[in-house]
C-alpha cells in the first residue's frame, strides 16, 4: 500500500483536503467523497488528455462523466477559452450539483476553478494538479483566473477546490524545463516562510532535478504545508498572503511583455525573484550573500536569474503599474527581510528600485 499524505487547508467551513501521494488517479474511490452530485465535466487539455484522462473516466463510472479538451498553452488561458468550458457544461445540461474536475497543470486548474465559481454563480470543483508548480502552489488556496492582454491573471475570483489530488506519478511524463519551473516555486516557499527547508533545498536540489520521489514528495509537501498555513491565515489576500507573491510583480511583467509565450511563468518569477533579492539587499535587508546564495540556489536549477533583453526600465514601468498589489496607486512589493522570511510593503526605496530597473536595462 502506497502512503498517502493527507494535509488541510483550514478554512472553516470551506476547508479542505490536500492529498498527495503516487498512483492516486489509479486508487479506487479517490473521487467519490468529494463529489455530491451525479454529473461531472473533466477539464483537461490536449497534451494531458492521452496521458491521464483515462484513468480518470475510469474511476467514475457511476457518474455522469462529460469532457472538455482545451487547447494547451499559457496563451489560451482567456476569457474566450472559457466559453468553451460554459458550452459543453450547458450543451450537457449539468446542473447546480454538478462537479467540474481540473486535471492539468495551473493554467487548467485556473480556469477551471473560475469556471465553476461562475456557472450558475458556483457549482463544486476538484483539483487535480499534474505538474510540479500546479501541484506545489497554484491548485491550492483557491486563486482562479484568466490573462487579459494587459495583464496576467486579470479576471478572476477567489473560489476554493472541494479538495485537490496530487498524483506524484503524473510528474514523470512532466518535461525538464516545466520541473525546474515548478521548482522555482518550491524555492519561493523557503525564501518567503521557512529557511530551514530553503537549507534542505541547498542540500537536496540534484536529488529533485534527477526526480528522486522521496525528495520531491518531501518538496511538495513542505510547499503545500507552507501554502496552506499561509492561506489558512488570510484567504483573499488582505495581508500575509501577498508574500506568496515574491518576485511576481517583476515576472508578471516579464510573461505580459512577452505576451504569455515566450518563458514560464516559474522562469519569469526566478528571475524576479532574484530581483526583489537585490532590491532588498539595496535596502540592507538582506546580505549580499544572502542574494548570492539564491542565485546560486536557481542556477543550479537552470534557471533564468536575469529578466530578458526586451524588458527596459520603461517597460517594467509601464507593466508594473497593472499589478495587483497596486493599492490607492502605490506600488507595493514583496521584499526579503532574512532568507525565510518576507514581508509586503509599499515603503521602498523608489531610486533604488528604479537602479534596479535600469541595470537591465
Ligand atoms: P501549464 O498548466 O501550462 O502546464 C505546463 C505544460 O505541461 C503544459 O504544456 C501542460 O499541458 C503540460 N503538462 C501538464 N501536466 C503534464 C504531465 N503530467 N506530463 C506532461 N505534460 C504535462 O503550466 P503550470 O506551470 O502548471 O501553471 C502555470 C499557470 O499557473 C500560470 O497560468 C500561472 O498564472 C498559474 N498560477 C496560478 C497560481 C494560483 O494560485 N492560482 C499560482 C501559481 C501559478
Ligand atoms: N500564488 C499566489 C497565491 O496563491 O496567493
Not at 493527507?6 to 467551513?13: F, I, N
Request: overall charge negative; proline content about 3%; charged content about 20%.
Amino acid at each position: 500500500m502506497k502512503t498517502i499524505k493527507k494535509l488541510t487547508v483550514d478554512l472553516g467551513e470551506r476547508s479542505y483536503p490536500i492529498l498527495i501521494g503516487e498512483d492516486l488517479l489509479q486508487s479506487p474511490n479517490v473521487f467519490s467523497p468529494y463529489i455530491h452530485g451525479k454529473q461531472i465535466l473533466v477539464v483537461t487539455n490536449e497534451t494531458i488528455a492521452p496521458l491521464y484522462l483515462q484513468s480518470v473516466v475510469d474511476s467514475l463510472l457511476a457518474y455522469q462523466v462529460d469532457v472538455v479538451v482545451l487547447p494547451d498553452g499559457e496563451e489560451y488561458k482567456t476569457i474566450e477559452t472559457l466559453g468553451a468550458i460554459f458550452d459543453q457544461l450547458l450543451l450537457k445540461s449539468h446542473n447546480r450539483t454538478t462537479t467540474l474536475i481540473a486535471l492539468g497543470g495551473g493554467v487548467v486548474g485556473d480556469m477551471t476553478g473560475f469556471a465553476a465559481a461562475c456557472y450558475q454563480r458556483g457549482v463544486n470543483f476538484i483539483q487535480v494538479p499534474t505538474t510540479l508548480l500546479s501541484q506545489v502552489d497554484s491548485s491550492v488556496g483557491g486563486k482562479t483566473a484568466v490573462n487579459h492582454p494587459k495583464g496576467k491573471n486579470m479576471i478572476g475570483a477567489f473560489y476554493q477546490p472541494q479538495c485537490v489530488i496530487a498524483d506524484t506519478s503524473t510528474l514523470n511524463t512532466l518535461d525538464d524545463r516545466q520541473l525546474r519551473a515548478g521548482l522555482a516555486e518550491v524555492i519561493k516557499y523557503g525564501l518567503i516562510a521557512d529557511a530551514e527547508f530553503f537549507f534542505w533545498l541547498e542540500d537536496n536540489v540534484d536529488d529533485l532535478l534527477k526526480r528522486n520521489s522521496a525528495a520531491l514528495a518531501y518538496a511538495i509537501e513542505c510547499s503545500c504545508q507552507n501554502k496552506a498555513k499561509i492561506v489558512s491565515q488570510d484567504e483573499r489576500e488582505g495581508g500575509i498572503r501577498a508574500i506568496l507573491n515574491l518576485g511576481h510583480t517583476f515576472g508578471h511583467a516579464i510573461e505580459t511583455a512577452q505576451s504569455y509565450k515566450d518563458w514560464l511563468h516559474g522562469e519569469a518569477i526566478a528571475a524576479g525573484m532574484i530581483m526583489a533579492a537585490e532590491l532588498s539587499c539595496a535596502m540592507g535587508w538582506i546580505s549580499s550573500e544572502d542574494v548570492d546564495r539564491t542565485r546560486e540556489l536557481f542556477l543550479r536549477c537552470d534557471l533564468p536569474v536575469t529578466p530578458p533583453a526586451i524588458m527596459t526600465h520603461q517597460k517594467f514601468v509601464e507593466l508594473m503599474a497593472v499589478d495587483k498589489k497596486v493599492m490607492d496607486g502605490s506600488l507595493r512589493l514583496v521584499l526579503l527581510k532574512a532568507i525565510g522570511h518576507a514581508e509586503v510593503t509599499a515603503n521602498f526605496d523608489h531610486e533604488k528600485l528604479s537602479d534596479i530597473l535600469r541595470f537591465y536595462d
